[in-house]
């Protein structure tokens, strides 16, 4: 049965993964005047995307914790975001993304004990998905 449980929920964390992909390549490409919510600050729309981002690929293979390989795979889609961003009329290749992305990556390490008492989420951390 938790292999069940496990399998349903980290096909369910890819598929949500797989959507946060790409709805955020498509807004990061997107002229700033179609984007919805682009007046807010861009540095912490950066930071929250990428809080969410973590949860999401660290759910997609809970057998391990979130480590530098996850936080790398991250950090190299934001880093090839930004590089395509540079390609564009309408926007600019920022190290302070980068930056910024890199902070959501790392305010989701710090608070991922926090996330471990919300109900809905904290599956994630259950002893069938830490073990194989």
Excluded at 17 to 29: E, K, Y
Excluded at 53 to 61: G, H, K, P
């Amino acid at each position: 049965m938790e292999a069940i449980i496990k399998k349903h929920y980290t096909l369910l964390a890819r598929v949500f993964l797989a959507v946060a992909l790409t709805t955020m390549t498509v807004l990061g490409l997107m002229p700033p005047e179609h984007i919805p919510l682009s007046d807010w600050n861009d540095k912490l729309q950066h930071i929250i995307a990428f809080v969410i981002l973590a949860f999401l690929i660290d759910a997609s293979w809970p057998e391990t914790e979130l480590n530098w390989k996850k936080a790398l795979a991250l950090l190299g889609y934001g880093l090839l975001l930004e590089v395509l961003q540079g390609f564009t009329d309408y926007r600019e290749l920022s190290g302070l993304d980068l930056l910024a992305d890199a902070a959501g990556i790392g305010l989701y390490a710090v608070t991922s004990p926090l996330f471990r008492k919300i109900p809905v989420i904290n599956w994630r951390w259950n002893r069938c998905f830490s073990q194989n």
